[in-house]
């Protein structure tokens, strides 16, 4: 896939919650027609991270495309979000964020993550151990170090 202007990586964070920042790049990006195929948006299939995301903060994936699409800031559709789902507790913020950047590590979607590594042609890296951090090295970004 390669870089992507525009895209954070899972790990950077919008307050204080993973992801999210991503999922509005990629809506942004779609919507400009700069998203390259092969990245999954939205929540038609319920693993993938857009719905499991907008399922954590209680609100419908197309009221934030909504959000992203009226011009709103990440901070302020994260608030709304907040305000017309569900307000996370610090602690549930944190398993969030823990589960999140350990998804792929020695769980049930590590067969999965291994498939995606031979798929991109990065099974050779060893620094690569869950599903963010196979989108950095996919991108060219720097893995950030290990906190497994």
């Not at 792929?104 to 869950?130: F, I, M, P, Y």
């Given at each position: 896939?390669?870089?992507?202007?525009?895209?954070?990586?899972?790990?950077?964070?919008?307050?204080?919650?993973?992801?999210?920042?991503?999922?509005?790049?990629?809506i942004?990006?779609?919507?400009?027609?700069?998203?390259?195929?092969?990245?999954?948006?939205?929540?038609?299939?319920?693993?993938?991270?857009?719905?499991?995301?907008?399922?954590?903060?209680?609100?419908?994936?197309?009221?934030?495309?909504?959000?992203?699409?009226?011009?709103?800031?990440?901070?302020?559709?994260?608030?709304?979000?907040?305000?017309?789902g569900?307000r996370?507790?610090?602690?549930?913020?944190?398993f969030?964020?823990?589960?999140?950047?350990?998804?792929?590590?020695?769980?049930?979607?590590?067969?999965?993550?291994n498939?995606?590594?031979?798929?991109?042609?990065?099974?050779?890296?060893?620094?690569?151990?869950?599903?963010?951090?196979?989108?950095?090295?996919?991108?060219?970004?720097?893995?950030?170090?290990?906190?497994?």
């Amino acid at each position: 896939m390669a870089n992507v202007d525009g895209l954070r990586s899972g790990y950077a964070t919008v307050g204080t919650l993973v992801f999210f920042g991503r999922m509005l790049d990629k809506i942004r990006l779609a919507d400009r027609g700069q998203l390259p195929t092969g990245y999954n948006l939205g929540d038609q299939n319920p693993l993938f991270f857009d719905g499991v995301c907008c399922r954590f903060l209680g609100v419908e994936y197309q009221q934030i495309v909504n959000q992203v699409r009226a011009g709103h800031s990440d901070e302020e559709i994260l608030e709304w979000a907040y305000q017309a789902g569900n307000r996370r507790t610090e602690d549930e913020i944190k398993f969030w964020n823990s589960f999140m950047t350990k998804c792929g590590w020695r769980d049930q979607s590590t067969a999965s993550l291994n498939r995606w590594k031979k798929q991109l042609g990065l099974e050779h890296r060893t620094d690569v151990h869950t599903f963010f951090d196979l989108y950095d090295a996919d991108e060219g970004r720097e893995i950030p170090p290990a906190c497994i």
